[in-house]
């Protein structure tokens, strides 16, 4: 406790802080939650519940950015009057308790600082993920489904707004494939390092011999796209497939079928979505979606880095990017940046935010390296 300097720590934290600041550029962030505020406050806002959500998503998620940032700052504040008190009253106690605190607000600047690497061209916006089960039959598909609670659980613990699109049910367990959004400012940079071939490896409960299973899912993840971008679309080009929403284990989820796929029949793109009750809404869900991945499919040409926009993910041997084990040992590993866990459960329940930084801080090295 003696060795540490206490005024030097609090004015490095302080600095620190206001690069932050000027990066996440405050100032505008309270100009916008202003601004969305006065539309909350209108009273006509709910009669256009799509943009009533987003707005109320957008307002919430960034009042919780800048909550988190406003709350660090007088976190900093209270740490410098705790140590001078316990100073002048020579209190080891209250010396060791700021110590204590000392090295959380560390960790949580440490985390906050991380989304000034998020510089990207589409890293501040929202994300629309894509979970697809792999090799491994029923279990790859059970894999897939937990992997969605796991991104959802994520995004709820951080307050961000999930809105699923589609999900296809297995007809044993689990899920073929979902498509959702993450509704929250830099959701797209801090996800997009998801990306990529999951592998798990355990006791299948499926497997009445209590084999040990390896299966696979893959993740993908693309940039939400706004009104200011670029993407023309040929009605002529999309084949509009309309079918009934099936629940788990086949059941009928709609009395209508008014769920929505559509085929881009130039590139194969495939997409989906039932969450709606009119065929119309999720036909401007779909075309959202679609939208997204041909802008990222569109960039990621352009620039010749498919890969990092969108992923030739292939869900088997030899392409994943963080393994699960749960039998004989327990422990989740990134194989790019080596960081791992040894709570599993933890993991799946959300607890992912080590893995994310982890990976942006990988991928922010490999992008100097490669510049």
Sequence with gaps: MAGIDYDAEIKQLLATMKTIGSVLN????????????????????????????????????????????????????????MVEMAQEEGD?????????????????VESLEIRTLLAGEYDEREAIVTIRSGAGGVDAADFAEMLMRMYTRWAEQHKYGVEVYEVSYAEEAGIKSAEFAIHAPYAYGTLSVEAGTHRLVRISPFDNQGRRQTSFAAVEVVPMLEQTDEIEVDENEIRTDVFRSGGPGGQSVNTTDSAVRLTHLPTGIVVSCQNEKSQLQNKASAMVVLKAKLLARKKAEEAALKKDLKGDVQASWGDQMRNYVLNPYQVVKDLRTGHESGNPSAVFDGDLDDFMEAGIRWRRGADKVDA
């Design 92 to 108: 080891a106690d209250s010396l060791a308790d700021s110590e204590r605190e000392l090295n959380r607000i560390k960790k949580s």
């Design 26 to 81: 405050i100032d505008r962030m309270r100009g916008e939650i202003a601004d969305l505020s006065e539309q909350v406050a209108a009273p006509d806002l709910w009669d256009d519940v799509d943009s009533a959500t987003r707005i109320t998503g957008r307002l919430s998620a960034l009042q919780g950015e800048l909550d988190r940032f406003t709350g660090l700052e007088a976190r900093i504040e209270d740490l410098g009057l």
